[in-house]
């Protein structure tokens, strides 16, 4: 199985320019042979095992790593999208996270669902939707979902802070 996961760091001479640090594993078998495909905003792009881009200006931008391997029956991939919001005010940079990643079996229909959010002050309201008319909307941070035809869905995460807005990721 394949599990994707990435942190990152702004760089200490231009907050804009962020290094990603490749944080994924293979929990069954070896990493021989994994290739990487960095999507760095809207149009950017790498193939190393960890990535640096200087982003043109503030913003919150879309940063998927995805990890693949060419397997007896196919193909076996796990995907991590983060929101990343680069802040440069006065020198300074401020970051805030929010978003989700997933992980599936390459032999299951399960996939792993788990919520990610960077503001620890609060307490939140998780709601999901699947991509197929299927919803959690019992304030699970992490979970499991069932489908049952191959495809291509649209994930969202609906989180609210209670003493405040609503933050979506899809």
């Known amino acids: 199985d394949f599990h994707a996961n990435f942190t990152y760091v702004a760089s200490t001479s231009n907050c ?12 069954n078998g ?6 990487y495909l960095w999507k760095l905003g809207s149009t950017a792009f790498a193939t190393t095992k960890n990535a ?3 982003f043109s200006g503030n913003g919150t931008y879309t940063i998927c790593l995805i990890m693949f ?5 196919g193909i076996c991939a796990d995907t991590l999208c983060q929101y990343v919001t680069v802040n440069c005010t006065n020198g300074g ?11 599936r079996s390459c032999t299951s229909q ?8 960077s503001d620890t002050s609060g307490t939140y309201k998780y709601t999901w939707g699947f991509g197929d008319q299927q919803y959690d909307t019992l304030n699970h941070s992490n979970v499991y979902h069932y489908y049952p035809n191959t495809g291509t869905y649209t994930v969202c995460l ?3 802070k209670y003493s405040s807005n609503t933050s979506t990721a899809c």
């Open 110 to 117: 399960y996939v792993y669902f788990h919520a990610i959010n």
């Open 93 to 103: 940079c401020s970051f805030g996270t929010i978003g989700f990643e997933l992980s």
């Open 16 to 27: 804009k320019s962020i290094n990603f640090t490749n944080t994924s594993f293979v929990t």
């Open 30 to 35: 070896s990493d021989s042979g994994v290739s």
């Open 69 to 73: 391997k060419q397997v007896s029956g």
């Open 158 to 160: 609906n989180i609210k």
């Open 52 to 54: 640096s881009y200087t």
